[in-house]
């Protein structure tokens, strides 16, 4: 990680994933390069691509995906723009939904079907090994430990090297750690939803890494324009900005991985690194989504 003070991320601050991956705590969600409704190809894959490439070039060292984005073009366009991938970038993806259209998710969780998700991801991204593996959601048709239970199955055989849970309770979290290492969690979690407060404050006790998916809540950052703005303004930054800053802040086991489509987006996204909110901004803007 050459001239580490001149990327933007590197303000972000590190974890360690597991014993062994150590990566800036602002990275990439890789399901906004797909279509419309996380379906089929983008509409533009050169800007795609771009996003990718620039991700690297800003420091961005943490890329998550899935199957199901596209499904199978996210992971392909990573291939296809990334490939061979520096030793310091971490892939991570997931299994566990079957996609059958625009915005239509169907848990699968069957472990028959997570064997093929993973024989697919590791064959799109041209990898032998997945560095984090998530199980994409519980499926309540299907006892959780059986789920879990075939990535441990799968990381005996070599083919995964961490383990990580999304959309996960307390309970399931513990029920998982009981069979395998858990070394991620990722939840919906951002300024204006924060059900999964309780699950922020468990990984970082236990030293798990956090990843709120949908972490700039577009859209539902407006409701509070008076102190957000005021604090953005300050900063010189946009509503989005602070809301990335402040997640950051909320923990230092805490992994924001926005996701866009736009070259500019992503490096408006890469600047929240750099933002350093006061605690009495951070309570300021807590209290203000409440």
Known sequence: MQQTNLLPVSASGTFLIGDDLRVYRLGFGAMRITGKGIWGAPSDKQEALNVLRRALELGINLIDTADSYGPAVSESLIAEALYPYPSHLVIATKGGYIRTGPDQWRPDGRPEHLREALQGSL???????????????????????DSVGELVKMKAEGKIRHIGLSNVNAQQLEQAR????????????????????DMVDICQQENIGFIPWFPLATGDLNRDQGHLARIAAKHNATPGQIALAWLLKRSCSMLPIPGTGSVKHLEENARAAQIQLSDEEFQTISQGFH
């Open 123 to 145: 064959q799109r991204l041209r990898l032998q090994r997945i560095d984090l593996y998530q199980l994409h959601t519980p499926d309540p048709k299907v006892p959780f430990q």
């Open 178 to 197: 009981k069979l395998t290492p858990i070394v991620t969690v990722q939840n919906r979690y951002n300024l204006t939803d924060r059900t999964s407060e």
